[in-house]
């Protein structure tokens, strides 16, 4: 994991599968709120399970439910190690 933004901050798109990160930052209005319809909010879990190369999609796991974000929606969200 080489895209560490400043103080140990991370890409969603960018992260190894497997990692448990912690939703730090999240940008935009409507953007937030089809995260918050997924149950992602700053500070939720989730857990990356696997991303799709060749600009595919990254698999998360929120909740007990899983998602597949696009490569686009994955780079708006910054996480944190837990």
């Known amino acids: 994991m080489n895209n ?26 409507r953007f937030k709120q089809k995260l918050s319809d997924m149950g992602m909010y700053p500070g939720t879990v989730i857990k990356v399970i696997s991303s799709a190369p060749f600009g595919g999609p990254v698999r998360i796991i929120v909740k007990g439910a899983i998602y597949a974000l696009g490569r686009g ?10």
């Open 4 to 29: 560490n933004l400043e103080g140990g901050v991370y890409i969603l798109d960018k992260v190894k599968p497997g990692d448990y990160k912690v939703v730090d930052f999240i940008g935009g209005y």
């Open 73 to 82: 929606m994955a780079s708006r969200i910054y996480v944190k190690k837990l």
